[in-house]
């Protein structure tokens, strides 16, 4: 399709505005114009295809969503290991994605009944709840079928996650959030700057508490919940802490 000198310059503004801010209401001058314009947001669309990248309509904002591989504009999850230099351990990215997972299926309850400004979650309640995996699946993986079973490396990822105390010492003493692997927190942060980047999630730093943003909830109704490992997944995270549950309320 031949698109006009104008489509271009419009899909152009839109598509690296959407590079630098991820998300975009219809609302926007820049999306209203351009959805207004069936070539120009088909050229748009094209410009995502071509950088590797897709457009999400979600009905009130564009997501920009970055493909895994082969993209020029790999974003925080798809390029983890480069951008965080910090982040040294294979096993350190292992835990993030199910310190990512477990806030998610936090969040993930009942998709007809998402609270945005209402529903959070404190680091500490992360904190608990990957410990409270880790123990659990640890116990299911003596012979490492569990592992197997799931491509998760439990084994690694509980002897790392049990190795570190919940805060540096600058931690405690600064009693600031700050990223990194040397922490239970350090990991949790990154997990959740990796959200906030998105402009998913509101972290307030004060209380250590995140807050999902509404662009999540669409990122998880128009997305997520067609993938399924992510189901796979959430659906682990969520038998595992019930039973955990269940065997504590037992033990009492």
């Given at each position: 399709?031949?698109?006009?000198?104008?489509q271009?310059?419009?899909?152009?503004?839109?598509?690296?505005?959407?590079?630098?801010?991820k998300v975009?209401?219809?609302?926007?001058?820049?999306?209203?114009?351009?959805?207004?314009?069936?070539g120009?947001?088909?050229?748009?669309?094209?410009m995502?295809?071509?950088?590797?990248?897709?457009?999400?309509n979600?009905?009130?904002?564009?997501?920009?969503?970055?493909?895994?591989?082969?993209?020029?504009?790999?974003?925080?999850?798809?390029?983890?290991r480069?951008?965080?230099?910090?982040i040294?351990r294979?096993t350190?990215?292992?835990?993030i994605?199910?310190?990512?997972?477990?806030?998610?299926?936090?969040?993930?309850?009942?998709?007809?009944?998402?609270k945005?400004?209402?529903?959070s979650?404190?680091?500490?309640?992360?904190s608990?709840?990957?410990?409270?995996?880790f123990?659990?699946w640890i116990?299911?993986?003596?012979?490492?079928?569990?592992?197997?079973?799931?491509?998760?490396d439990?084994?690694?990822m509980?002897?790392v996650?049990?190795?570190?105390?919940?805060?540096?010492?600058?931690?405690?003493?600064?009693?600031?959030?700050?990223?990194g692997a040397?922490?239970?927190i350090?990991l949790?942060h990154?997990?959740m700057k990796?959200l906030?980047?998105?402009?998913?999630?509101?972290?307030?730093?004060?209380?250590?508490?995140i807050f999902?943003?509404?662009?999540?909830y669409e990122r998880m109704?128009y997305l997520?919940h067609d993938?399924?490992?992510?189901k796979?997944l959430?659906?682990?995270?969520?038998?595992?802490?019930?039973?955990?549950?269940?065997?504590?309320?037992?033990?009492?």
């Amino acid at each position: 399709m031949n698109y006009s000198l104008e489509q271009l310059q419009q899909a152009s503004r839109l598509f690296f505005d959407l590079l630098r801010r991820k998300v975009i209401s219809l609302d926007d001058p820049a999306a209203a114009e351009c959805l207004q314009d069936t070539g120009a947001y088909d050229a748009l669309q094209y410009m995502a295809k071509e950088g590797g990248c897709r457009i999400m309509n979600s009905g009130h904002r564009l997501h920009l969503l970055v493909n895994p591989l082969g993209s020029g504009f790999a974003s925080n999850f798809t390029q983890l290991r480069n951008k965080y230099s910090r982040i040294e351990r294979k096993t350190h990215l292992h835990i993030i994605n199910i310190i990512i997972l477990v806030f998610l299926a936090e969040m993930d309850q009942d998709e007809h009944h998402f609270k945005p400004g209402q529903d959070s979650m404190s680091y500490i309640q992360i904190s608990d709840q990957v410990s409270s995996l880790f123990q659990a699946w640890i116990e299911m993986d003596g012979d490492g079928g569990f592992s197997k079973q799931w491509r998760l490396d439990i084994q690694a990822m509980h002897k790392v996650w049990t190795s570190l105390y919940m805060q540096t010492k600058s931690q405690e003493e600064g009693d600031s959030l700050t990223r990194g692997a040397g922490s239970r927190i350090g990991l949790i942060h990154e997990g959740m700057k990796l959200l906030e980047e998105e402009h998913l999630v509101f972290i307030s730093e004060n209380e250590k508490r995140i807050f999902p943003r509404e662009e999540l909830y669409e990122r998880m109704r128009y997305l997520y919940h067609d993938v399924d490992r992510y189901k796979e997944l959430k659906a682990l995270i969520g038998r595992t802490l019930t039973e955990k549950e269940g065997e504590a309320h037992a033990a009492h």
